[in-house]
């Protein structure tokens, strides 16, 4: 199974804009990437998706270079409830998937 | 819509003994995964299938045996509990495939200690 790569964590101070990229090489034509928010005992929440270029929701933007081999979550205007660990996931269109990374954990302060 | 339920939400086990974890989506999606979480890590996909009456394995299934009879249940069972299945198991479910539509959504998880 190919892997993801994510920085292990990040700080970030309340109101700033907060980029974590997943690199994630070994990603197939058919490949989707997907964004995921985890606190602690729950399961992850889903953020976003994309295929290529960027694409944005209300909560986030996600930028994909035109190589595909990584990706960029950016949140904009982060508060304290936005500390969680963020995890990408590369899935394909036959449920085949990479495994989560060990996700990168977000600390936001005030 | 209830979304995906998981039962029990602890349990504790002597070693050798076996169980089944459930899980239930009501949102007629036709992917599901088991995964598993051990502390301070990320998750591993343990088995997931495409639909009912199709299963395979993911990056961790040794010691479990999934079975997919409905659209709407997908059970891991544990056979021979081992302390090293210890860990918070998570199912979820998607449309996924040619919908284009990956987003997973999650059950609260189960906490299980093998003892």
Known sequence: ?110 | NAGVTQTPKFRILKIGQSMTLQCTQDMNHNYMYWYRQDPGMGLKLIYYSVGAGITDKGEVPNGYNVSRSTTEDFPLRLELAAPSQTSVYFCASSYGGLAGDHEQYFGPGTRLTVT
């Not at chain 1, 985890?38 to 209300?58: A, M």
């Open chain 1, 1 to 110: 199974l190919a892997k993801t790569t994510q920085p292990i964590s990040m700080d970030s101070y309340e109101g700033q804009e907060v980029n974590i990229t997943c690199s994630h090489n070994n990603i197939a034509t058919n490949d989707y990437i997907t964004w995921y928010q985890q606190f602690p005992s729950q399961g992850p929440r889903f953020i976003i998706q994309g295929y290529k270029t960027k694409v944005t929701n209300e909560v986030a933007s996600l930028f994909i270079p035109a190589d595909r081999k990584s990706s960029t979550l950016s949140l904009p205007r982060v508060s304290l409830s936005d500390t969680a660990v963020y995890y990408c996931l590369v899935v394909g269109n036959a449920g085949n998937m990479l495994t989560f990374g060990g996700g990168t954990r977000l600390m936001v302060k005030p």
